[in-house]
């Protein structure tokens, strides 16, 4: 069973505008990471959050944890054409299982040029 | 540096027949994952490795499903026989550390198709 379910499923933007997607997870984490998934292709790791941080930010990114809430959301700030992909969070639930990430469903971004 | 390499990339076969998959991780990477991704979802955890062991193997189809990581490098994952719901992407992954920094770098994945 998935851990992480992220929300929307499904999100279309213009070129330009912010695009924020949230996910919800069930159990305490370690760390809650974010994937970008280019259709056919290998996910690559964006950022990690640990649970004892509140918001990270990488270039135009920037990622929220909300530990009593138990989610986290990220934004991609002046989006792109190329940012078009899909979007999965993976939490490790607890340090004795670091590495064995569980991943939600994804959101699916499409940016308009 | 070399990514995390796969072969094969796609792979047809009829249902009843043996499929494998083979998975080269990043030079020095200890931990390797296989994970399964149904269109749609997200990947799903079937094996992890640390080094040549097999530390987490509870999602492994173990009637048909077999993996092996022999000399704690490059892993391969099998399927004897094949059914039609198998059909998916494979994916590996391999992490420095035993993923404590969290980080997984995923390979390009391998697409199986079961007619």
């Known amino acids: 069973s998935q851990q992480g379910e992220e929300d929307p499923q499904a999100l279309s933007i213009q070129e330009g505008e912010n695009a924020t997607m949230n996910c919800s997870y069930k159990?305490?984490?370690?760390?809650l990471q974010w994937y970008r998934q280019n259709s056919g292709r290998g996910l690559v790791h964006l950022i990690l959050?640990?649970?004892?941080?509140r918001e990270k930010h990488s270039g135009r990114l920037r990622v929220t944890l909300d530990t009593s809430k138990k989610s986290s959301s990220l934004l991609i700030t002046a989006s792109r054409a190329a940012d078009t992909a899909s979007y999965f969070c993976?939490?490790?639930?607890?340090?004795?299982?670091?590495?064995?990430?569980?991943f939600g469903d994804g959101t699916t971004l499409t940016v308009k040029p | 540096e070399a990514g995390v390499v796969q072969s094969p990339r796609y792979k047809i076969i009829e249902k009843k027949q043996p499929v494998a998959f083979w998975c080269n991780p990043i030079?020095?990477?200890?931990?390797l994952y296989w994970y399964l991704q149904n269109l749609g979802q997200g990947p799903e955890l079937l094996i992890r490795?640390?080094?040549?062991?097999?530390?987490?193997d509870s999602q492994l189809p173990k009637d048909r499903f077999s993996a092996e990581r022999l000399k704690g490098v490059d892993s391969t994952l099998k399927i004897q026989p094949a059914e039609l719901g198998d059909s998916a992407v494979y994916l590996c992954?391999?992490?420095f550390g035993q993923g404590r920094t969290g980080e997984l770098f995923f390979g390009e994945g391998s697409r199986l198709t079961v007619l």
């Open positions: 490795y640390e080094n040549e062991e097999a530390v987490d």
């Open positions: 159990t305490s984490i370690n760390n």
């Open positions: 030079s020095g990477h200890n931990t």
């Open positions: 993976a939490t490790d639930s607890d340090d004795t299982n670091a590495g064995k990430s569980t």
């Open positions: 992954a391999s992490s």
């Open positions: 959050i640990r649970s004892n941080e």
